[in-house]
């Protein structure tokens, strides 16, 4: 029996639209939990109805992208807070939030996305939920200032979603008890997989970011594909996948109080 864990994707994007239930009923042969990220109001509310629908399989975290934070009002992102407040019970974590310097280059907007970063950060802290995190940029300058932030703003519990990092980073936000979450795409990554070797075991977590990062040829990524990341830490470190699998389970139980 395979026990493995996505802990960042997201159903309920439209390239499931034609077969979701299938998706979701093929990765519970293989997979305990996967955790689906709602990214923008709407998103979110379909996000919920998931969970709602797989209760115990499909768990729910709510934040607002960075890059969909230009497109919103003070006022929309306000109400949205409120949404995710009432809604407090329903979710396992708020996220993904951060910062992206692939796609916004634009002063201005790289203001208001830290101001709202800080901003749910604040909803993170208020709700006492654990932070997902978007650090995206060229090298590791977004990484570096998302460890800052947070470090700053006191955050306790955090994961650094897909870390794309070097290594020595990873080892620094680890020593500060953060969370490095490796997605599939590390059968192809010489850096990931140097993560996977070093950091402790007791803070990495498992993930797809599905529909996106596909380890595979085909261009939608499914969360099944999660169990590469096993093989991959398993490999890495030398231990079997079984072992695997229990650490990675007590991690991500420890992380959002859960149990699978
Ligand atoms: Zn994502």
Known sequence: ??????????????????????????????????VTSGVEPEDAKHALELA????????????LHPIHVAGKTGQEIEEYEE???????????????????????????????????????GLAKELDLPVVLHLRGTGSEAIEEGLKIISDEDI???????????????????????????????VRSKSMKKVAKRVPISFLLTET???????????????????????????????EFAETEEEIERNFERLFKVEL
Not at 52 to 63: N, P, Q, R, S, T
Not at 88 to 117: A, C
Request: glycine share 6%; aromatic share 10%; with cysteine.
């Open 156 to 186: 306790i519990k955090a994961v650094f979603h897909c870390f794309t990092g070097k290594p020595q980073l990873a080892e620094q936000i680890c020593e500060e008890g953060y969370y490095i979450s490796l997605p599939a795409s590390i």
């Open 52 to 63: 709602e629908m797989h209760k115990g399989f499909v768990f729910a975290m709510l934040g």
């Open 209 to 239: 970011d599905a529909p996106y990062l596909s380890p595979t040829d085909e261009e939608r990524n499914v969360p099944q594909h999660v169990k590469e990341v096993y093989e991959e830490i398993a490999r890495q470190r030398k231990i």
């Open 1 to 34: 029996m395979i026990e493995i864990i996505d802990l960042h994707c997201h159903l309920t994007f439209e390239q499931y639209d034609e077969d979701r239930e299938q998706v979701i009923e093929e990765a519970k042969k293989v997979l305990k939990g996967v």
């Open 83 to 121: 949404f995710i407040s009432e809604n407090k019970r329903r979710i396992v974590g708020i996220g993904e939030i951060g910062l992206d310097y692939h796609w916004i280059r634009d002063p201005l907007k790289i203001k208001r996305t830290k101001e709202v970063f800080v901003d749910f950060l």
